[in-house]
């Protein structure tokens, strides 16, 4: 292990992962992978203190501070001026004299007249982060003349334009950054190419994701070749998919540098790989992934029958895998619970997670006695920061998936889910059905548990159908009770033992009840359909039915909503703009500031704490005006619901069914007058939330006051178990803060499988539909935007899809503010869909013609899961 940050050079074989902050990600990568026996070219590395030496002896730092202060958010013209800025300097410094005697000294030890030079950052390829071509390589240099030049342009690009607009989006700080710089023996490439050790587009571990085109690699991670392209078994060893392409271009050596030319006709159709070559590359795979443990992102050349392994990092962009389950081997399916109970995209927080697991934990316990806490739920888990149910014994028999994917589980919640499930079943039927369905022998074992959960939802479901009006007082009554009965209760707790235990015993309880008191009201959900029912034998039309939902009372999310525009309103009509101070808006914050924009998550500041979000709400509807809209369409919703039940009755009776005509008027007004309801639950949950919020916070002050957290408000980046240990807590509210900044950056999938599968949309064949391939799962609609050259970034706006031919690191900075891309050339593992995947942008490429047959200006979604792009008008 190298001891000094002032060390200045070291041969490649002497460093590793222990010397990151020496030789930067590439130079420990490389030297690792020289220990493991990995066929890499010699070399060695200008280590940071060098780059500091330069820094100190041109006084450069103190300038590139003063420039980095200037950096605006979202200012990318100001963004490009400084980092112009930035590289002017290193190239007018001067490389001390005593860098260029040890470089001189190592070059003529390689015995190599030309070398390749590769930044080597020490933010390079860390956990989280992947600056896959944000940084320069030069290849075929020659002398030390040159080397040195090439030196400084490598130090110089940890301030290029994309390397900064990366950190920016990526919230990395620019300080305490460094560059080392490895040189390495040139390999002149015959093919060179990109081996993923897990595939990057459907996220699957199982699988290798090989590209490969003749000559130097440049051509292949710029994208201005399509590659040849192999899907692989890793497990297995055999080629799942094999893409040959169109190589029409290549990089070569030439006498300064390299050049990109033109492949000769008879090659450009040809596989660039042999099968056996193929088995070769697949094993070095095997052997990088086994010695790094983790999924790599390798860039190999092959010379004269030889492979060469030139760099390794690992791959950032993979949705993380669920976790294994204890005794239940094979193929299993995870689906969000996240996206489909609760339509939340974000992550939770790590004690927002903690609580919503132990609200599921005492009806669990009741039936299984073995569950000591939420980590033995092994059917919950959490994954990327989201909570993914395990459905897979559910799903063992074939005959039953329609019914149960699409009528009991979740059609009507998220169809979306279920479509991508049964394409996925069926896709996986004998792995699926292999295994044997263990769901009923354990409900008949656990009859007892069930029975005392469902007797007191039976009695009042019955109660609710028979006295609908009764069923919603007694449901509001017990519901109030509750809450005020955790509001009364939660101020006589005194010590941080009390309070959590308090807190857990309130939510398992709740859950339990909450949902018996819901079933007083569920009969009245199914009362539209039921109207409908009878009355169509007589209606040719039924659309009146659908009017009878429109602008429902008693619902408390429809209710604050009203509120707050009438606010807007009165606020407006008197020429004044929203404040804490306005009285209304107190009362607003008092009655409803118990809620957040992701209130299922415990973690997250409710609005009565932040109340931002409320007054940027009422500037919105007064600038607008829209709350006069929003107001409007309401009241003309309720009279439009009951004039609807008046012609529905009114044309009943004059078919003659009288009779009939009464059960459908009752049945539409007491779904009226109850149904709203439906929110109420939600509404009451969150009070009992407050409470609990502020019961950590008081939990999070005692831990402050002990020493074991730096802030009180860091109670909610740690989990029970943790805070039960008894140790010092700043470490862990660290890794959780990384975590959960990580993970915001991860789209999460609808589905995912034990092997890594990421399952975001159901692909759909349509008319009107281009096939491209997948690069960057995510769906999105927007403008499409042609272009031919990064320099005509300035027509982007935010949210537009990118449409061009290739895109390589100098597009970089343009992505920041895209809501999708398109391109005609490129693979899934060149620089555009790495950054892609990176920034969560949904691409695709592979479609030819693309800037010819889309149109500028031209409304396109994409779907980065099944490679199409529907053009919309």
């Known amino acids: 292990m190298l001891k000094s940050r002032c060390a200045q050079l070291q041969k490649l074989d002497k460093v590793g992962k222990e010397d990151l902050s020496l030789a930067g990600g590439k130079g420990a990568n490389l030297g690792e992978m020289i220990r493991a026996g990995l066929p890499v070219p010699g070399g060695f590395v200008v280590l940071t203190g060098a780059y500091y030496h330069f820094l100190e002896s041109n006084n450069l730092m103190p300038r590139i501070e003063t420039l980095l202060s200037e950096i605006e958010d979202d200012n990318l013209e100001k963004l490009e001026k400084i980092s112009r800025q930035i590289q002017e300097l290193f190239t007018d410094g001067d490389i001390p004299a005593d860098i260029k005697e040890e470089i001189e000294q190592a070059y003529a030890a390689t015995g190599c007249a030309e070398v390749a030079v590769r930044s080597s950052a020490t933010a390079e390829d860390l956990p989280g982060t992947s600056f896959a071509g944000q940084y320069s390589t030069y290849l075929n240099v020659r002398g030390k003349e040159e080397l040195y030049h090439y030196l400084k342009k490598c130090w110089a690009s940890l301030w290029n334009y994309r390397a900064l607009a990366y950190r920016v989006k990526q919230g990395i700080p620019h300080q305490d950054l460094a560059h080392g710089v490895v040189v390495q023996s040139m390999i002149n490439a015959d093919i060179s190419g990109i081996l993923f050790t897990a595939n990057p587009v459907n996220g699957r571990r199982d699988q290798m994701l090989l590209n490969s085109s003749w000559g130097l690699g440049e051509a292949i991670v710029g994208g201005e070749v399509s590659p040849d392209q192999w899907i692989l078994d890793k497990t297995a060893g055999t080629i799942v998919e094999e893409r040959v392409a169109l190589k029409e271009v290549m990089t070569v050596r030439s006498t300064k540098g390299i050049d990109l030319v033109e492949v000769p006709e008879e090659k450009q159709n040809q596989v660039s790989l042999h099968r056996d070559e193929v088995f070769r590359l697949l094993e070095w795979g095997r052997k990088v992934e086994a010695y790094f443990g983790s999924p790599q992102d390798i860039e190999w050349a092959y010379q004269d029958g030889d492979f060469f392994l030139v760099q390794t990092r690992p791959i950032t962009s993979l949705y993380p895998l669920p976790g294994p389950v204890n005794k239940r081997e094979g193929l299993r399916i995870h689906v969000n619970f996240s996206l489909l109970s609760q339509g939340m995209q974000e992550p939770f927080t790590p004690m927002g997670e903690n609580i919503f697991m132990k609200t599921v934990l005492s009806p669990a316990q009741m039936f299984d006695r073995r569950i000591k806490d939420e980590r033995d739920l092994w059917w919950l888990q959490s994954v990327g920061g989201r909570l993914f149910v395990d459905y897979t014994e559910l799903l063992r028999n074939e005959k039953r998936w329609k019914a149960m994917v699409i009528n009991d589980l979740f059609s009507d919640q998220e169809p979306l889910t279920a479509r991508a499930l049964l394409q996925w079943l069926e896709i996986n039927k004998e792995e699926v059905t292999a295994g044997k369905c263990r769901m009923l022998p354990w409900i008949l074992k656990k009859i007892i548990p069930c029975l005392r959960i469902a007797w007191p939802m039976l009695i009042a479901t019955v109660y609710g159908e028979m006295f609908p009006l009764k069923a919603r007082e007694k449901a509001l009554q017990q519901w109030d009770n509750i809450a005020r009965s955790v509001e009364e209760e939660s101020s006589?707790?005194?010590?941080?033992?009390?309070?959590?235990?308090?807190?857990?015993?309130?939510?398992?309880?709740?859950?339990?009840?909450?949902?018996?008191?819901?079933?007083?009201?569920?009969?009245?959900?199914?009362?539209?359909?039921?109207?409908?029912?009878?009355?169509?034998?007589?209606?040719?039309?039924?659309?009146?039915?659908?009017?009878?939902?429109?602008?429902?009372?008693?619902?408390?999310?429809?209710?604050?909503?009203?509120?707050?525009?009438?606010?807007?309103?009165?606020?407006?009509?008197?020429?004044?703009?929203?404040?804490?101070?306005?009285?209304?808006?107190?009362?607003?914050?008092?009655?409803?500031?118990?809620?957040?924009?992701?209130?299922?998550?415990?973690?997250?500041?409710?609005?009565?704490?932040?109340?931002?979000?409320?007054?940027?709400?009422?500037?919105?509807?007064?600038?607008?005006?829209?709350?006069?809209?929003?107001?409007?369409?309401?009241?003309?919703?309720?009279?439009?619901?009951?004039?609807?039940?008046?012609?529905?009755?009114?044309?009943?009776?004059?078919?003659?069914?009288?009779?009939?005509?009464?059960?459908?008027?009752?049945?539409?007004?007491?779904?009226?007058?109850?149904?709203?309801?439906?929110?109420?639950?939600?509404?009451?949950?969150?009070?009992?939330?407050?409470?609990?919020?502020?019961l950590l916070i008081e939990v999070g002050e005692e831990l402050q006051e002990q020493g074991r957290l730096e802030d009180k408000m860091d109670v909610f980046y740690v989990r029970y178990f943790d805070i039960y240990s008894g140790s010092k807590l700043q470490e862990k509210v660290r890794l959780h803060k990384e975590a959960y900044r990580r993970y915001h950056s991860l789209t999460a999938p609808r589905l995912i499988s034990s092997t890594g599968e990421s399952i975001y949309a159901a692909t759909e064949e349509k008319e009107g539909v281009l096939a491209g391939i997948p690069v960057s799962a995510g769906t999105y609609q927007g403008r499409a935007r042609i272009l031919h050259s990064p320099e005509e970034g300035y027509r982007l706006e935010k949210g537009d899809v990118l449409v061009t031919r290739g895109t390589n690191p100098a597009w970089t900075p343009l992505f920041l503010n895209l809501g999708g891309i398109i391109m005609e050339t490129g693979g899934p593992i060149s620089h555009g869909a790495v950054v892609a995947r990176e920034y969560g942008i949904p691409a695709v490429i592979g479609i030819g013609g693309a800037t010819e047959i889309i149109r500028e200006g031209q409304t396109v979604r994409i779907n980065g899961e099944s490679g199409q792009v529907e053009l919309l008008d």
Not at 517 to 534: D, G, H, M, Q, T
Not at 649 to 674: P, S
């Open 492 to 694: 006589k707790l005194s010590t941080m033992e009390e309070r959590l235990e308090f807190i857990e015993k309130q939510i398992g309880s709740f859950f339990l009840a909450g949902f018996t008191i819901l079933c007083y009201i569920a009969p009245s959900f199914k009362n539209v359909k039921k109207a409908e029912k009878i009355a169509a034998p007589y209606f040719d039309d039924c659309s009146d039915f659908r009017l009878v939902e429109k602008s429902l009372p008693h619902n408390s999310t429809t209710k604050m909503g009203l509120e707050l525009m009438q606010i807007a309103q009165k606020l407006d009509e008197d020429g004044r703009k929203p404040g804490l101070e306005d009285e209304d808006i107190q009362k607003f914050l008092e009655k409803y500031g118990h809620r957040s924009v992701q209130e299922v998550d415990i973690g997250i500041p409710r609005w009565k704490e932040e109340p931002v979000y409320v007054l940027g709400l009422l500037r919105t509807y007064i600038n607008n005006q829209s709350y006069r809209q929003g107001l409007d369409n309401f009241y003309r919703g309720v009279e439009e619901a009951e004039a609807a039940i008046d012609r529905i009755t009114a044309r009943l009776r004059q078919a003659g069914a009288r009779r009939k005509a009464q059960k459908v008027e009752q049945l539409l007004r007491n779904y009226r007058k109850v149904f709203g309801l439906r929110e109420h639950s939600k509404f009451i949950f969150n009070r009992i939330y407050q409470v609990c919020r502020e």
